[in-house]
């Protein structure tokens, strides 16, 4: 398409931007900064980096891709979705580790974008998509219990298993005060909202929750005693380090920091275009999510994606171009700026409950039960995907749940597809009536066979083609092929048809096709397979190679 790669920044500039529109941007922009300051914190320490990091990377992120997006209300930055993979790398390679995955992440996203993937990448099933989501919302929850509860003695293990049992173990250790304050974040996170919406309900909790802290002096783990002081400074360029080493050892993590992020970007991006009437471009949203991921690490970023929930506040505000998005990032720097050291006062039980929320809001719980009531394969899908997210790792997750989404796939496709020898005999009033090219009533010369195959010819209906043909009784002089029904062709099925005819060959057996696709034939030349069977043995209707079958006998005859 013309426009495939042009950012939709320039396509609503060009549209024609007033003063009315810029004042809507600002607005947006601004609420949407504010909504998320709390969230960037959040994300950046339950991903074990320093809070600061949260509001780098919502600012360059944020700022990149509203520049670049496909997506005209997008809101990119660090999302929840990252926070198991980015932990596990940071606790695994530190955050060098985590810098170069990013990098490579970015420009694997660059190259899915630029090749095309977009279209593509928005269709991975659901129940693997419900699967690794619900997963790291239970892995975020109960990897928040220990902060949310003020459980400040040992170490909180990465296991879920482990945390459990930790959890479990430390319960005459709770924190009276954390608990309650938890509590009460959790009641006006929630709740708020029926009061006012004017007023973000997580901006609302964290300034009154950390005020009530810091007035009446209450001893609860903050930011600034576990971190100590935040800094307020804007980081320095740095370059990650890309040596093949490196790379090597953290190119599984970058390979699911890019899926989570094409795909949640992506779906982003769809929840949009149902609020708003509108239509993104895939791929370019994938190269703006690249060239976001591979800025970020150079400073001091971590894993950005289009944020859902950001993208539809946004909307919900009243923005009309990517400009809001660009607000939103200059209201987070100016807020690093000015008031940045102020971060350390927070409580990380109130933290805890903005994540806890987080987590609630990405378990899809009311899809996952209804997936639970789907054909036993899906939900074969859907379990395995979650427990491995949950017991073994996310990345194992997503590979193991994309591979069987592809088995799946190729299951259902040899199902719908038949291939099989018709009969002259057959009582077949019902396609007499619907179908203009039945054969019931036409007339079949001697020693010709018909085969015919109904549904995309790929690997699995290829199997069954093979499977038919080779228990032939008797060996016909002619064998016509319908592929009338066959929309499609893979390489799986032109080997079989190709190994087919040389068989045929050696038996005497003379091949027609007829009523051969548009897809299918151009699959025909570019194999080169076209000149095995002949394009004169190639026919638009099973009319057409029963005449050419009388005509080469009567030549063969000499008549």
Known sequence: MKNEFVPKLISSLKEGYTSKHFFKDLSAGFIVGIVALPLAIAFAIASGVKPEQGLYTAIIAGFLISIFSGSRFQIGGPTGAFIVVIFKVVSDFGYEGLATATVIAGILLLIMGFSGMGSIIKFIPYPVTVGFTSGIALIIFSSQLKDFLGIVKGTFPAEFHQKIKFLIENFNNIDLYSTLLGILSLFLIVYFPKITKKIPSTI??????????????????????????????????VLPDMSFDKIKLVFPAAITIALLGGIESLLSAVVADGMTGRKHRSNMELVAQGIANIICPMFMGIPATGAIARTATNIKNGAFSPISGIVHAFTLLLILLFFGKMAALIPMCLLSAILIVVAYHMSEWRLFLKILK??????????????????????????????????????????????????????????????AFSIVNRQIPEN?????????????????????????????????????HVPAIDA????????????????????????????????????????KIGEDKIFRNIDNAIEFIKKHKKIQQGE
């Open 492 to 531: 799986t099925g032109l080997k079989a048809l190709e190994d087919f005819i040389e068989n045929c060959e050696k038996k005497g057996i003379i091949i027609l096709l007829s009523g051969v696709n548009a897809q299918p034939m151009i699959a025909f030349k570019k194999s080169k397979l076209i000149l």
């Open 374 to 435: 789907s054909p036993k394969s899906d939900v074969f899908v859907l379990l395995t995907t979650f427990l491995l997210t949950v017991l073994i790792d996310l990345t194992v997750a997503i590979q193991a749940g994309v591979f069987m989404a592809g088995l799946l796939f190729m299951k259902r496709m040899s199902e719908v597809s038949n291939a099989d020898f018709i009969g002259k005999d057959i009582d077949d009033m019902e396609d007499i009536a619907k179908d």
């Open 204 to 237: 609302f909790t964290l300034v009154f929750v950390t005020l009530l802290v810091k007035i009446f002096k209450i001893p609860v783990e903050t930011i600034g005693s576990r971190f100590g002081e935040v800094s307020s400074a804007f980081p320095a360029f």
């Open 448 to 484: 010709v066979l018909v085969f015919e195959i109904n549904g995309p010819f790929f690997f699995g209906a290829a199997e069954k083609f093979k499977t038919a043909l080779y228990q032939m009784s008797e060996f016909p002089e002619y064998l016509i092929v319908r592929m009338r």
